[in-house]
């Protein structure tokens, strides 16, 4: 497995399948369009996306006074390839990512099946549970603190 920056249009279709199933094929996705958004993909041997996220530049709403923070949205892993930490490896790319932009802070609005998963990473639940407007499905906002200077220098 690999993970790469990519386009939006890349992973658009796993990230659609996968957290927007009831969405027509080739719809738009959230940050698709957006260029500070940088997208990840997770790519098999033979090339094909099997995981996707993207970061973006975007206030914490619970804690505005934090400067430089990013959110994390389209965590996506194709069900066949479930369980073996493709996930894992999204979310430390998309922190490398984060710091390599001066981030301080990623966070993420993320489903209440999901929280002990953000939780083994690092990320801290905070406020109340809501249900996120486009699905209805239970989530719980999620921060982490990012420490200046830990870039890899790969």
Same mark, same amino acid.
């Given at each position: 497995?690999?993970?790469? +920056?990519?386009?939006?249009?890349? &992973?658009? @279709?796993?990230?659609? =399948? +996968?957290l927007r /199933?009831?969405?027509?094929?080739?719809?738009?996705?959230?940050?698709?369009?957006?260029?500070?958004?940088?997208?990840?993909?997770?790519?098999?041997?033979?090339?094909?996306?099997?995981?996707?996220?993207?970061?973006?530049?975007?206030? !914490?709403?619970?804690?505005?006074?934090?400067?430089?923070?990013?959110?994390?949205?389209?965590? =996506?892993?194709?069900? $066949?390839?479930?369980?073996?930490?493709?996930?894992?490896?999204?979310?430390?790319? =998309?922190? $490398?990512?984060?710091?390599?932009?001066?981030?301080?802070?990623?966070?993420?609005?993320?489903? &209440?099946?999901?929280?002990?998963? !953000? =939780?083994?990473?690092?990320?801290?639940? $905070?406020? $109340?549970?809501?249900?996120?407007? @486009?699905?209805?499905?239970?989530? !719980?906002?999620?921060w982490r603190m990012? @420490? /200046?200077?830990?870039?890899? &220098?790969?």
């Amino acid at each position: 497995m690999n993970i790469e +920056v990519v386009d939006g249009v890349t &992973t658009r @279709e796993l990230r659609r =399948a +996968v957290l927007r /199933p009831g969405w027509p094929a080739g719809s738009p996705m959230h940050g698709d369009d957006n260029p500070d958004a940088v997208h990840l993909a997770a790519k098999d041997d033979a090339g094909q996306v099997i995981g996707a996220a993207l970061v973006l530049p975007r206030s !914490y709403p619970l804690r505005p006074s934090i400067p430089r923070a990013w959110q994390l949205r389209g965590m =996506a892993t194709a069900v $066949e390839h479930r369980g073996q930490g493709i996930g894992t490896h999204l979310v430390a790319a =998309a922190i $490398e990512q984060v710091r390599r932009r001066d981030g301080r802070l990623i966070w993420c609005d993320a489903r &209440t099946s999901a929280v002990s998963f !953000y =939780a083994q990473h690092g990320f801290t639940a $905070e406020g $109340e549970q809501f249900r996120q407007a @486009e699905t209805g499905i239970p989530h !719980y906002r999620m921060w982490r603190m990012l @420490e /200046p200077g830990q870039v890899p &220098t790969s």
